[in-house]
């Protein structure tokens, strides 16, 4: 086990930078998710871990060593791809037991290694079948066993499971966690989707392009995103953003009116010195963040153009003004579409940024 120190990495491909000098601390047995949009350099990043990709600048520690200038091969991990990658005629037991036994590993410590990872994967039964013969879950499995068996210091995984259905990806979600759990070692997971890094990490690394937006525990970022960029990208559906005025200041507070409901004014109690009077701001609210009307700072009244009914709950999706807002409500079973519906906004659940996207808090 170990852990995994990134200082001022930078990555340039050919002058154009793409990491701008990722400052990360992972700590020994920590789940550790990087996130982020397309490009953002998350692969990237892994792969500088990994020891595939070459550092521009920068430094990288596994277990206290630094190994920029480390084989990826000595470094003591081992790589998980979104593309299995699995030897197509060769059984799952060769495939498990291929890169030990090129290493001259001992055949029987190979043979426990083997077992050892089949079991904890429940793909005893399947060791005789080669690849094409497994579903897309199995195949998964036995590429999650090949880096099993390495027992390595520190497992990487390069989106495992963007492959998969959306059934099979909830449930490898949840044998990833576990084999986290069993094994205690140190993961780091490379994904595009929030809801993974959700339910998957203890901590997360927000990314765009090129740059650790923040760092911080799935609920620590939904609570308290850094910026709008965070405040957008975790939490499913999407947080909603209504434009605003401050319209005054005073005793560490700003009021500030939306823009698009004339007369909706709520005073959110600032740390920092408040904007001027007439600055433009963002107001954040999540979703479940609208009350009934009367139940909170201020309402604001909207017209639905369409419900989704998930059963548990209810989408509204409203065109108010200017704004596009998505509104949970109960659970409904009635078509709201066309139908007028106000709702409260409560200072304390509503997040303030300024147009550039910054956090006034
Ligand atoms: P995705 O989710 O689409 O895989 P990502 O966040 O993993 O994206 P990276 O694959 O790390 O992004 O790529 C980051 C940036 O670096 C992109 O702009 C990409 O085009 C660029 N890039 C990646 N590999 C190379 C390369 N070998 N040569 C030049 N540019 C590259």
């Not at 823009?259 to 904007?275: C, D, E, I, W």
């Amino acid at each position: 086990m170990a852990a995994v120190t990134l200082t001022n990495v930078v990555k340039r491909f050919g002058g154009f930078g793409v990491v701008h000098g990722a400052n990360i601390d992972i700590a020994d047995g920590e789940f550790v998710v990087f996130v982020g949009p397309s490009g953002c350099g998350k692969s990237t990043l892994l792969r500088m871990i990994a020891g595939l990709e070459d550092i521009s600048a920068g430094e990288i520690a596994i277990g206290g060593k630094v190994v920029n200038d480390v084989e990826a091969a000595e470094r003591g991990i081992a790589m998980v791809f979104q593309s299995y990658a699995l030897y197509p005629h060769m059984t799952v037991e060769q495939n498990l037991s291929f890169g030990l036994r090129m290493n001259g590993n001992p055949k029987a410590d190979t043979e426990r290694r083997v077992r050892r990872a089949a079991e904890i994967l429940r793909i005893d039964e399947l060791m005789h079948r080669r690849p094409k013969q497994l579903s897309g879950g199995q195949r998964q499995r036995v590429a999650i066993g090949r880096a099993i068996v390495r027992e390595p210091q520190v497992f990487l995984f390069d989106e495992p499971l963007s492959n998969l259905d959306a059934e099979l990806r909830v449930q490898m979600r949840v044998e990833i966690s576990r084999l986290h759990k069993e094994l205690g070692v140190t993961m780091i997971y490379v994904t595009h989707d929030q809801t993974e890094a959700m339910t998957l990490a203890d901590r997360i690394v927000v990314l765009k392009a090129g740059n650790v937006e923040q760092i911080g525990a799935p609920l620590d970022l939904y609570d308290d995103p850094a910026n709008r960029f965070v405040a957008g990208f975790i939490g499913s559906p999407k947080m909603n953003f209504l434009p605003a005025r401050v319209v005054a200041t005073g005793q560490g507070a700003a009021t500030v009116e939306l823009v698009n409901h004339a007369g909706a004014r709520l005073s959110k109690p600032l740390q920092s010195t408040p904007p001027a009077v007439g600055a433009e701001v963002v107001l954040g609210v999540r979703p479940e963040h609208f009350f009934d009307a009367g139940k909170g700072d201020c309402d604001i009244a909207v017209k639905a153009d369409v419900a989704e009914h998930l059963g548990s709950v209810s989408y509204v999706y409203a065109g108010a003004g200017d704004d596009e807002l998505i509104i949970e409500r109960e659970a409904s079973r009635q078509r709201a579409s066309g139908d007028h519906l106000t709702v409260a906004i409560k200072a304390d659940k509503a997040l303030l940024f300024d147009t550039k996207g910054a956090r006034i808090r």
